[in-house]
């Protein structure tokens, strides 16, 4: 009898289990990166380093970012991000024409710019306005992020950044941007709330401007392991940003 109910209950485990892992294979997901090949509405797109393969639904939208005068189609190259269901289904999707691979980190020269300086050296045609490629190539690259804040930047759906739309684009959502507006002693003094030249990981969250992946960034900052972050190990934290 024991023998009998204790396979009962491995059995009940690990169907428990495996109902637990499915679920967690059919989650919803947001898939990102260059486009690999197109089969009428199937799309595969190498997704960090792995081909991802989805369909698009029928009432699928398709935001054709900043596209301008070229044809607005889907091919390899592209850059995407898709918003993908349970079941493999594209219910909308973000698609930019092709844009550099390589990590993008700020010049020594761009840390000082002002934001006319770099609309200006961003303008690769020089016809005032930014496009998404110009913008990803020389500004901020994210498949993820970039495109989706791209379009809300642009608040008069030209398909482009002037000046005006550029300038809170770089105080709201460019890192390396804000970042370099101050000195470390100077971001560090403003997040010690208690002035005992120390940032508790509560401080840290002031300068950060967010919880996503705290832990993450203060142990990364937190060099000596001590539990706080001195001005010296802030801009150690800060260089890791911008160079």
């Known amino acids: 009898m024991k023998t009998n109910l204790t396979l009962i209950i491995i059995a009940a485990f690990l169907t428990f289990v495996s109902s637990d892992v499915v679920a967690q294979e059919e989650k919803a997901v947001t898939l990102h990166g260059v486009v690999e090949s197109v089969d009428g509405t199937t799309i595969t797109v190498n997704h960090r380093r792995k081909s991802r393969t989805f369909t698009l639904n029928d009432k699928a939208k398709i935001n054709y ?3 301008l005068k070229a044809k607005k189609e889907i091919k390899p190259g592209f850059v995407i991000r898709a918003g993908v269901d349970s079941k493999g289904q594209c219910n909308q999707l973000w698609v930019t024409l092709p844009i550099p691979e390589a990590k993008l980190k700020p010049s020594e020269k761009m ?9 200006k050296m961003a303008d690769s045609n020089g016809d005032g306005e930014l496009s998404y490629v110009e913008y990803a190539t020389a500004i901020y690259r994210s498949p993820k992020h970039g495109p989706v804040g791209f379009m809300k930047s642009d608040k008069d759906n030209s398909g482009t950044l002037n000046l005006k739309e ?3 684009k770089l105080e709201e959502g460019i890192k390396w941007w804000k970042i370099s ?4 002693a100077q971001w560090h003094a403003e997040a010690d709330a208690n002035s005992d030249d ?3 990981k509560q401080e840290f969250v002031t300068f950060l401007g967010s919880t996503a992946h705290l832990d993450t960034f203060f142990k990364k900052a937190d060099k000596d392991r001590s539990g706080d972050i001195s001005v010296e190990e802030l ?3 800060i260089d890791s940003i911008l160079q």
Request: avoid cysteine; hydrophobic fraction near 40%; aromatic fraction near 12%.
């Open 166 to 168: 550029f300038e809170p």
């Open 198 to 200: 120390a940032l508790s």
């Open 235 to 237: 801009a150690g934290y």
């Open 111 to 119: 840390l000082t710019m002002t934001p006319a300086e770099l609309h």
């Open 181 to 184: 507006r101050k000195t470390p």
């Open 65 to 67: 970012v900043s596209f």
